[in-house]
């Protein structure tokens, strides 16, 4: 699901691609050494372990994605007064984040 906004999108850099592209290969790669540990029936704990690894990987994903639109695009709407539209959607993809 894609919100349709409304503003400008701030490109990310290089760096800031590559960063991020290391941390979801990363998390991929947890994901299947989760799918090997069930192949091999391993002890319950263990995966639960690896599996609570990978949500939080995951939340530090969003984490960064929210710091990075909150100093961008919410940044940006305030200064044009369209703050508090950009504030209304961010608050609505947080409760989603909560759920």
């Known amino acids: ?7 400008a999108v701030t490109p990310r850099n290089t760096e800031e ?3 991020m592209l290391k941390r979801l290969k990363r998390i ?6 989760i799918q090997k540990m069930i ?10 372990i690896q599996i609570s690894a990978i949500e939080s990987a995951l939340k530090q994903v969003g984490f960064s994605v929210t710091e990075r639109h909150m100093n961008h695009c919410v940044a940006d709407a305030i200064r044009k007064g369209e703050g ?3 504030i209304d959607e961010l608050m609505k ?7």
Do not use: N, P
């Not at 993809?93 to 759920?99: A, C, E, S």
């Open 1 to 7: 699901m894609t919100a349709e906004h409304k503003h």
């Open 84 to 86: 508090e539209a950009s």
């Open 28 to 33: 991929e790669g947890q994901v299947r050494g």
């Open 17 to 19: 691609k590559d960063k």
């Open 39 to 48: 192949e091999e029936d391993r002890y319950c704990v263990d995966i639960l």
């Open 93 to 99: 993809v947080l409760r989603q984040f909560g759920k």
